[in-house]
């Protein structure tokens, strides 16, 4: 079955960095789309970045481009998320996911079919 476990949340003050990990197995890790998604305390889940783990493309929320690069390791069926000058308002549960078929991956939630359990990121200012 499909197994998204995701890993490098923690705390860390405004200014400072974080990678997040996400490793995929039971299914066929390429020619798929993996994304970040992530749920602030009281607000609703919202997109992030994907990948095509096909060909790396990648795509971003608007919201979340400069600051935020996604990125895989196909040797190791693992997506990473590089987040730098994180503010407070990242604050949130970041999750990854994983959509099987097509190639245009954009984070949007109901496109994915697979979810796991989330890593939490606390900014503190």
């Known amino acids: 079955q499909v197994q998204l476990v995701e890993s490098g949340g923690g705390s860390v003050q405004a200014g400072g960095s974080l990678s997040l990990s996400c490793a995929a197995s039971g299914y066929t890790y390429s020619s798929n789309c993996l994304g970040w998604f992530r749920q602030a305390p009281g607000k609703e889940l919202e997109g992030v970045a994907a990948?095509?783990?096909?060909?790396?493309?990648?795509y971003y929320a608007d919201s979340m481009k400069g600051r935020f690069t996604i990125s895989q390791d196909n040797a190791k069926n693992t997506v990473y998320l590089q987040m730098n000058s994180l503010k407070p308002e990242d604050t949130a549960m970041y999750y990854c996911a994983a959509r099987l078929g097509g190639s245009l991956c954009s984070p949007v939630i109901y496109e994915y079919n697979y979810w796991g359990q989330g890593t939490q990121v606390t900014v503190s200012s």
């Open positions: 990948i095509y783990t096909g060909g790396g493309s990648t």
